[in-house]
């Protein structure tokens, strides 16, 4: 499973975020179906090629993992810079009420996966097609062009379990506690309560 993408370490930091329900408001901004996809795919790995590089990985030993959930923040704490968030976590549903988790160890490297014997809840199946992606930088410029531009403890990709979800969403974790959503597909920017 190790295999070396570039040159940067990072820490892994283990952590748990709390449940979040949905507000049931418009969005914040409107849905933009022109919205850029993936970052440039001359740079080194954009956050949507080092997920799928953790999606294929876990899938190459558990062919039926469906992703869940990836829960990234800073080594540095509270950050308003989208590429300090280094430290990732990302969580797979497996048969038999199981669900694995893998962190990272570097940018596009990960651990091996720890299978735990229950179900992670919560979360609906990110059907993974990243081409069809917002990538994470693109969603945060959306979030500070809407006026979200203050420190964030933690950024959680997932699917919440919700009446009328029907997209993953970037959850920014506010370090005052608030939590803005961007979802993948569509860009619209929401509020979480």
């Given at each position: 499973?190790?295999?070396?993408?570039?040159?940067?370490?990072?820490?892994?930091?283990?952590?748990?975020?709390?449940?979040?329900?949905?507000a049931?408001?418009?969005?914040?901004?409107?849905?933009?179906?022109?919205v850029?996809?993936?970052a440039?795919?001359m740079?080194?790995?954009?956050?949507l090629?080092?997920?799928?590089?953790?999606v294929?990985?876990?899938r190459?030993v558990?062919p039926?993992a469906e992703?869940?959930?990836a829960q990234?923040r800073?080594?540095?704490?509270?950050?308003?810079?989208?590429?300090?968030?280094?430290?990732?976590?990302?969580?797979?549903?497996?048969?038999?009420?199981?669900?694995?988790?893998?962190?990272s160890?570097?940018w596009?490297t990960?651990?091996?996966?720890?299978?735990i014997?229950?179900?992670?809840?919560?979360?609906?199946k990110i059907?993974?097609?990243p081409e069809e992606f917002?990538?994470?930088?693109?969603a945060?410029?959306?979030?500070k062009?809407a006026?979200y531009t203050g420190d964030?403890?933690?950024?959680?990709?997932?699917?919440?379990?919700y009446p009328g979800?029907?997209e993953?969403y970037y959850i920014?974790?506010f370090?005052?506690?608030g939590h803005?959503?961007?979802?993948?597909a569509?860009?619209?920017?929401?509020q979480?309560?």
């Amino acid at each position: 499973m190790k295999k070396p993408l570039t040159a940067i370490a990072i820490a892994v930091t283990m952590f748990s975020l709390g449940s979040l329900g949905v507000a049931s408001a418009a969005p914040l901004v409107p849905a933009n179906p022109q919205v850029n996809r993936a970052a440039n795919p001359m740079e080194t790995l954009s956050f949507l090629g080092m997920a799928n590089v953790a999606v294929s990985e876990v899938r190459a030993v558990y062919p039926d993992a469906e992703l869940l959930e990836a829960q990234g923040r800073s080594s540095a704490g509270s950050t308003d810079d989208v590429t300090k968030v280094t430290d990732w976590r990302f969580i797979f549903r497996l048969s038999g009420n199981r669900h694995a988790t893998v962190d990272s160890t570097g940018w596009g490297t990960f651990s091996d996966p720890i299978v735990i014997d229950r179900p992670w809840l919560g979360d609906q199946k990110i059907t993974w097609t990243p081409e069809e992606f917002l990538d994470i930088r693109a969603a945060d410029e959306r979030l500070k062009n809407a006026g979200y531009t203050g420190d964030y403890k933690s950024v959680t990709l997932r699917k919440p379990l919700y009446p009328g979800i029907d997209e993953p969403y970037y959850i920014f974790n506010f370090a005052d506690g608030g939590h803005i959503a961007v979802g993948l597909a569509d860009g619209a920017v929401v509020q979480f309560h």
